[in-house]
């Protein structure tokens, strides 16, 4: 069974930046497919950014790519998502989630994920 473990969350002013961590237990890493989505208040999960289990391939929700980064370190079993000039509709819980096997093509798809953390608040103020 895969944990995952997400940090990094907390509270910023609008333009600000944060990186979030997911930390993976309980299955080599290197054969997970992982992603972040995010949830906000009243509104339904969505796909934030996803990377493949060698990081040769990221792929990432149209509108944020040009603002956050996902990578992952294999070697410590954690992925990162790193998020400059947050805006207050990015507020949200951010969620880790990850598959086994090879990511493509439903990178974006959350029924895709077998394993999910408990996610991270992360709140952007005006």
């Known amino acids: 069974q895969v944990q995952l473990v997400e940090s990094g969350g907390g509270l910023v002013q609008a333009g600000g930046s944060l990186r979030l961590s997911c930390a993976a237990s309980?299955?080599?890493?290197?054969?997970?497919?992982m992603g972040w989505f995010r949830q906000a208040p009243g509104k339904e999960r969505e796909f934030v950014a996803a990377?493949?289990?060698?990081?040769?391939?990221?792929y990432y929700k149209d509108l944020l790519k040009d603002r956050f980064t996902i990578s992952r370190d294999n070697a410590k079993n954690t992925v990162y998502l790193r998020m400059h000039s947050l805006k207050p509709e990015d507020t949200a819980v951010y969620y880790c989630?990850?598959?086994?096997?090879?990511?493509?093509?439903?990178?974006?798809?959350?029924?895709?994920?077998?394993?999910w953390g408990r996610g991270t608040q992360v709140t952007v103020s005006s």
């Open positions: 990377i493949s289990r060698s990081a040769g391939s990221s």
């Open positions: 309980g299955r080599s890493f290197s054969e997970l497919s």
């Open positions: 989630a990850a598959k086994a096997g090879r990511l493509a093509p439903r990178f974006s798809v959350a029924s895709e994920y077998g394993y």
